[in-house]
């Protein structure tokens, strides 16, 4: 069983940033594809952004240029930069990782990741 735990979300001002990180408790090996997904109530959970193991990325249209995924296999974490944050960015953001091998253009699928942080809110405020 793997556990996901993130941390870095807060309130801040429309045009500031904040890092995630997600942090791996048990071993999940270098070989997973890892993502960020956020959720706003009464919406469904969407794919922000997502990394393989090569490193390859996928975002989402919405954030593309200003947030920016990242990942350090030997600390087992997982980061996600958000600059120049909008209201609309609002929501609780959580991490995922899957072992399964995915397509880079399906990265952000729901579908293949296995397991699941419990959310950082990240609320933006104008």
């Known amino acids: 069983q793997v556990q996901l735990v993130e941390s870095g979300g807060g309130s801040v001002q429309a045009g500031g940033s904040l890092r995630l990180s997600c942090v791996a408790s048990t071993y999940t090996g270098s070989r997973v594809c890892m993502a960020w997904f956020r959720q706003v109530a009464g919406k469904e959970r969407e794919g922000v952004a997502a990394i393989n193991p090569d490193g390859n990325t996928n975002y989402a249209e919405s954030v593309k240029g200003r947030f920016i995924i990242s990942r350090n296999n030997v600390k087992k974490t997982l980061f996600l930069v958000m600059n120049d944050l909008k209201v609309e960015d609002s929501a609780l953001y959580y991490c995922?990782?899957?072992?399964?091998?995915?397509?880079?253009?399906?990265?952000?699928?729901?579908?293949?990741?296995?397991?699941w942080g419990q959310g950082t809110q990240v609320t933006v405020y104008s």
């Open positions: 995922a990782a899957t072992p399964l091998r995915i397509s880079t253009m399906t990265l952000r699928r729901i579908d293949p990741y296995k397991y």
